[in-house]
């Protein structure tokens, strides 16, 4: 009995201690080359999903620059009622849109500080920028807090 409680306390000690390749193969288990092939190939498709989003971020940001570039070419009046400052460019896309199915026309502008303002109405009058800016706060609900006149005299678009 001694002899076989030995023995199979002397297999469990090879066991643990020798390769487990040999045990994970008998039981049809993958064994570490094929683990280090699996994370390998894991590794090379997270790398090629970063370069692909890397890609499609550099295509985002050439797309909002030949649209600001072609918005900024569009400034044409001296007066504008600017419909609001936003950090975050896609609360302003978001602003933009709701505003065009108002039946604005709006003219999205970055500015240097990197701040996208929404900017309407363009006139060479300062009064009459001034009135649509009025009739815009009378009239429209979703208003928001920062509505100013814009002089392009004093820009700091880019």
Same mark, same amino acid.
């Given at each position: ?19 487990c ?7 049809g288990?993958?064994t570490?080359?094929?683990? /280090?092939?699996?994370?390998? &190939? =894991?590794? *090379? +498709?997270?790398a %090629? ?6 890609a #499609?971020?550099?295509?985002?940001? /050439?797309?909002?620059?030949? &649209? =600001?570039e *072609? +918005?900024?070419? %569009? ?6 009622? #600017?419909?609001?400052?936003f950090?975050v460019p896609?609360?302003?896309?978001n602003?933009? +849109?709701?505003l ?7 003219? #999205?502008v ?22 649509s ?13 920062d509505?100013?006149i ?9």
């Amino acid at each position: 009995m001694k002899l076989f409680r030995l023995s199979a306390i002397l297999l469990a000690v090879c066991m643990l201690f020798t390769g487990c390749d040999a045990v994970r193969s008998m039981l049809g288990k993958p064994t570490s080359k094929d683990l /280090e092939q699996l994370r390998l &190939e =894991q590794e *090379a +498709a997270r790398a %090629k999903a970063r370069e692909d989003s890397i890609a #499609a971020l550099q295509a985002e940001v /050439e797309r909002i620059a030949a &649209e =600001q570039e *072609a +918005a900024a070419n %569009k400034v044409s009046s001296r007066y504008y009622v #600017a419909m609001g400052g936003f950090k975050v460019p896609s609360n302003a896309v978001n602003y933009k +849109a709701y505003l065009e199915k108002q039946g604005y026309d709006i003219l #999205a502008v970055r500015f240097k500080t990197g701040y996208d303002v929404l900017l309407t109405s363009g006139t060479d009058n300062y009064y009459e920028a001034l009135r649509s800016m009025y009739k815009f706060m009378e009239y429209e609900k979703t208003c928001p807090y920062d509505i100013w006149i814009y002089d392009t005299k004093t820009a700091i678009h880019e």
